[in-house]
């Protein structure tokens, strides 16, 4: 093992002080926004669930997939307290099921909300690639079948690390050195393909969006004012910017740990760096409740509504539309 790297740890974690009872500053600033994260994570990914089980208007296939990265957000949220035990009970990391666990519930999560926002733009292209066709290609069916098939392959995937692993071999509980660098590669790497899919999907969908209001205007004006293509526009701005956010949390975080896949790359500011990347990653957990009521108007207002906040009277109509 060499030095860099246990050189990284201690200033990291600064294990020895933990050990004597004296929590570092560093772990203290990270406890506190870990449990003020969780707070925010929970109550906006919550309020974006009940939001979408009780207006009946946001259960559409879009909403579907937006309740499922709901979910895995709050996954995150929900288990921010276990990885807080780690500062307060560092003999958790001797602990081989934990240590693993420590990572693998980031990744689960991550891994679910990366899947349902692939099947989310899919959903979008097709609905302004084949509007014609759209009611019949992307049924209620499918959609739910799409949501069970995400969790199943993602719990199988959870599954290797337990096997695969170099827990014996790591002296110490740090991602880079404990899970296993081919299932990191692979993991990675695939994040990296989907969000490069996801982009070059959204650019074609940019392009038929383009196109197609070119020829409302030249054809009848009207036509814009119409509540189903205002709905579609903001829908397709909402999971637009949903996916941007995605990918700048995430993207650095999987294309700096694609250069520590070897013991002998890990160092220091590689890891100090990809540690902050993680938390930015955490925060976007707390990024898609915001744009929702940011950016749609249905969302907004049943928000408004389930928190009891002041409706203006030009927009009731729009809140009574979805009760």
Known sequence: MSNSVNVTYSSVLNTSAVDKGQLPTSAIITMTLQL???????????????????????????????????????IIGVTQPFQVAFFLFPEMERNKIACILRFEIILFACNASIYSLVCTVVDRFVAIAYPLRYPNIMTRKIAFGLVLGIWIFDFCCAFIPFSENDFEKS?????????NKYFRLWNHTCGIIFALVMFLIYV???????????????????????????????????VAIVVLFFHISWLPFFIIELTMLEVSQVTQNKVLVANFLVFLGVMNSIVNPIVYAWKNKQYRRAFQK???????NDEMSTVQSIA
């Open 36 to 74: 003020l994260s969780m707070v925010a994570i929970i109550i906006g990914n919550i309020l974006v669930l009940v939001a979408i089980l009780k207006f009946r208007s946001l259960q559409d296939i879009t909403g579907i997939f937006v309740a499922n990265l709901a979910l895995a957000d709050l």
């Open 171 to 179: 002296p110490f509980c740090l991602y880079e050195l404990v899970m």
């Open 204 to 238: 074609k969908i940019y392009l038929i969006v383009k196109k197609h209001m070119r020829q409302i205007q030249i054809e009848a004006t009207v036509y814009t004012d119409d509540p189903t293509v205002r709905r579609t526009k903001q829908t397709n701005t909402v």
């Open 306 to 312: 389930l928190l009891g906040l002041k409706i203006h």
